[in-house]
């Protein structure tokens, strides 16, 4: 009976994962066939044109891409110092709940709030406008407890016996953080990188209220510019085109490239986690 049960549960399991990869291909698939049609040299490198009908996605691509790396630029210093202090440093059981606790809650937050969030203080409070600086900063909360988790795991699960071979030798508590601990949670720190970079690279709501315009023919030249921008290019051209039979096929062509963005730069950080991995073996 009960092997009978483990081999049901087994097949379950299977079932699932099967399912899971079905429905990926499926997606993968679907966007690419359609998105294979107008994606060309020209709809990568030139800019929209009569009203969106035409041109390319450049402005678009570059917006995203501004938009990403500004937010781990801010979210991953952050999180990684709140990792450490929660692993390394903070005292009392109570207080690590609580603060776990908001960090959980921070993370269950539908992304539309973290964009009114984002407009009340960054394009209004501090006066920063609807830009690049708004949505990286907002993108960067909205992403901050997914670093946050995957550092504190990576911190903790770095052995006991090299923090005290570190204290044995004379080292000071943050000069084992920074020359032992760091280093040696360095894959796993990527790990929370790669996460958090797909989920601010494809978000929508955020960016509506604090950095994407609907239209841009040129590339912004600071910080404080408004931006296009992969995801709300998609959004607008399903919902807000007045010529569908141009505007659709370019649509599954921006899905098709934020698809490939995203995975290209997964690819980057785990190439980068598998050389880290290598370079510290224990």
């Known amino acids: 009976m ?10 379950a399991i299977r079932i699932s994962v ?51 790396l ?12 709140s990792a450490i202090y929660l692993a390394e440093y903070a005292k009392g059981k109570r207080l690590i709940r609580v603060i776990k606790m908001g960090i959980n809650a921070l993370a269950g937050v539908p992304s539309v709030v973290f964009g009114l969030f984002g ?10 406008g609807v830009s690049i600086l708004s949505g990286s900063l907002t993108l960067g909360i909205l992403i901050l407890p997914t670093i946050i988790r995957a550092s504190e795991e990576a911190v903790l699960a770095v052995p006991q016996d090299f923090r005290e071979a570190s204290f044995a030798l004379g080292a000071s508590k943050w ?12 894959p796993g720190i990527l790990t929370g990188t790669i996460l958090g970079i797909g989920r601010a690279a494809g978000e929508t709501a955020p960016i509506m209220f604090t950095a994407a315009t609907f239209y841009q023919r040129g590339l912004p030249h600071s910080i404080f510019d408004e931006v296009m921008a ?12 007045t010529s569908p039979q141009y505007q659709v096929p370019i649509a599954y062509g921006t899905a098709l490239v934020l698809l490939l963005l995203v995975l290209g730069i997964n690819l980057v950080a785990i190439i980068m986690r598998t050389r880290a991995r290598r370079a510290k073996k224990w």
Do not use: D, W
């Not at 040299?41 to 891409?65: D, N, Q, R, Y």
């Not at 709300?232 to 919902?239: R, V």
């Open 2 to 11: 009960r092997g009978k049960k483990e081999l049901l549960g087994i097949l």
């Open 18 to 68: 099967l399912f899971v990869l079905v429905s990926l291909f499926a997606v993968l698939i679907f966007i690419g066939l359609n998105g294979l049609k107008v994606l060309n040299i020209g709809f990568l490198f030139e800019p929209p044109k009569e009203g969106m009908t035409k041109g390319g996605i450049l402005p678009a691509i570059v917006g995203s891409l501004g938009l990403s």
């Open 70 to 81: 500004g937010s781990i630029c801010f979210a991953l210093p952050l999180g990684v110092l």
């Open 119 to 128: 407009l009340a203080v960054f394009v209004k409070f501090f006066g920063f």
């Open 175 to 186: 000069q084992t953080v920074r020359r032992v601990v760091l280093p040696t949670a360095l």
């Open 230 to 241: 992969l995801p709300y290019h998609i959004y607008a051209l399903m919902t807000e085109g």
